[in-house]
């Protein structure tokens, strides 16, 4: 995954549920950040974390929530809040520096 | 902010043929524009890139040009094969402190 992890592959959450999507780097990333796309739609950003212990909501973080306690990792969590949450989840983060963006290989979250 | 327009969102092609997907931005302050192809149910992979003190930039069967003055970058394929069909994404951004913003995408369907 280019040094990107993200777990599970897939995930099915019951209503009421929250649910973690792990997303772990090893390539020495500042910056980390979480898409979520649906079927046939652009990427809409969730939440993104430019430095440890520091994130910013993006486009749609309602339903949504992150910690960022070490570079290496961070987790979204989606809440019960969040109504409609099937969707693929994508991690991605950046080198710092105007470069482009490398991508975990995402979470695909159904409710059921 | 930033606003990306992407087209066409779907473009079917004969193998052999080229495809250009053309992308427009708002705001004159972005200097970084990268193209992403996105096979289905894979993620997003980075291409090919342009910054804005260059017009053009080749990378064997891609292209991407750069037309400053009109806030305009397109992404150019020629020869297309089957394996080029997938989603390709384009972004803007004006710095490596500030979030792309990317276009809806647009689905390239290569007929063998």
């Known amino acids: 995954d280019g040094g990107i992890t993200q777990s599970p592959k897939y995930l099915f959450r019951k209503e009421g549920q929250n649910v973690t999507l792990s997303c772990e780097q090893n390539l020495n990333h500042d910056a980390m950040y979480w898409y979520r796309q649906d079927p046939g739609q652009g990427l809409r950003l969730i939440y993104y974390s430019q430095i440890v212990n520091d994130f910013q909501k993006g486009d749609i973080a309602e339903g949504y929530s992150v910690s960022r306690e070490k570079k290496e990792s961070f987790p979204l969590t989606v809440t019960s809040a969040q109504k409609n949450p099937t969707a693929f989840y994508l991690c991605?983060?950046?080198?710092?520096?105007?470069?482009?963006?490398?991508f975990g290989s995402g979470t695909r979250l159904t409710v059921v | 902010g930033e606003n990306v327009e992407q087209h066409p969102s779907t473009l079917s092609v004969q193998e052999g043929d080229s495809a250009v997907i053309k992308c427009t931005y708002s705001d004159s302050a972005s200097n970084y524009f990268p193209w992403y192809k996105q096979e289905l149910g894979k993620r997003p992979q980075l291409i090919i890139d342009i910054r804005s003190n260059v017009g053009e930039k080749k990378d064997q069967r891609i292209a991407v040009t750069l037309n400053k003055t009109a806030k305009h970058f397109s992404l150019h394929i020629t020869e297309t094969q089957p394996e080029d069909s997938a989603v390709y994404f384009c972004?803007?951004?004006?710095?490596?402190?500030?979030?792309?913003?990317f276009g809806r995408g647009t689905s390239l369907i290569v007929h063998p």
């Open positions: 991605a983060t950046d080198k710092g520096g105007n470069y482009g963006y490398t």
């Open positions: 972004a803007a951004r004006q710095g490596g402190s500030y979030i792309p913003t």
